[in-house]
Every structure is written in structure tokens, then in C-alpha cells.
């Protein structure tokens, strides 16, 4: 069986994970908006920063700020929502 405090270790690995794959897209995004003065590629950037927090916020929240799981969960579900909403008006986006 595994125990809280691997499981906690294994949360936290997984996150700096998702931290750190989350702020490479981000570069990634902007230096692409950078070279290209590519509006949509500003908000990809941006949507992708967004969930990068939505996804680090719940555990900080929970784990550091000590708030409800439930209320740490859906603080972090809206604003990868955010996120995820700025994406798709890069999609959209016209210029």
C-alpha cells in the first residue's frame, strides 16, 4: 500500500513536471509571437501560462495556503478555464 507521504512526493513531482513543460510551451509561444508579431500566437501564450497556473495554483493553494480541497479545486479549474478560453480565441482570432 502506499503511503500519504509517497503520495504526497509523487503530487509534487507531477507538478513541478507540469510546471516546468507548462513554462517551456510558454517560451516556446512567446518567442514565436516575438519573431512573427503574431497576435494569436500572444494569447496561445497566454492560455498556456493560465493552465500552467490553474494546474500549480490547486496545490498551492491546498498544500501552502491551506484552503478547502474542494475550494483549491475549483480556484484552479477557473482559471484553467481561462486558459483554455484563450487558446481558443487565438483559434478564432483574425489577425
Do not use: H
Amino acid at each position: 500500500m502506499v503511503e500519504l507521504s509517497q503520495l504526497f512526493w509523487l503530487a509534487t513531482v507531477a507538478k513541478m513536471i507540469a510546471l516546468v513543460l507548462g513554462a517551456f510551451i510558454v517560451y516556446l509561444a512567446y518567442k514565436g509571437y516575438r519573431r512573427n508579431s503574431s497576435r494569436p500566437l500572444l494569447f496561445v501564450a497566454l492560455g498556456f501560462a493560465l493552465i500552467t497556473v490553474g494546474t500549480i495554483s490547486e496545490g498551492l493553494l491546498y498544500v501552502i495556503a491551506g484552503s478547502e480541497l474542494l475550494a483549491a479545486i475549483a480556484i484552479g479549474t477557473a482559471i484553467t478555464v481561462m486558459g483554455f478560453f484563450a487558446i481558443i480565441y487565438s483559434v478564432y482570432s483574425t489577425k
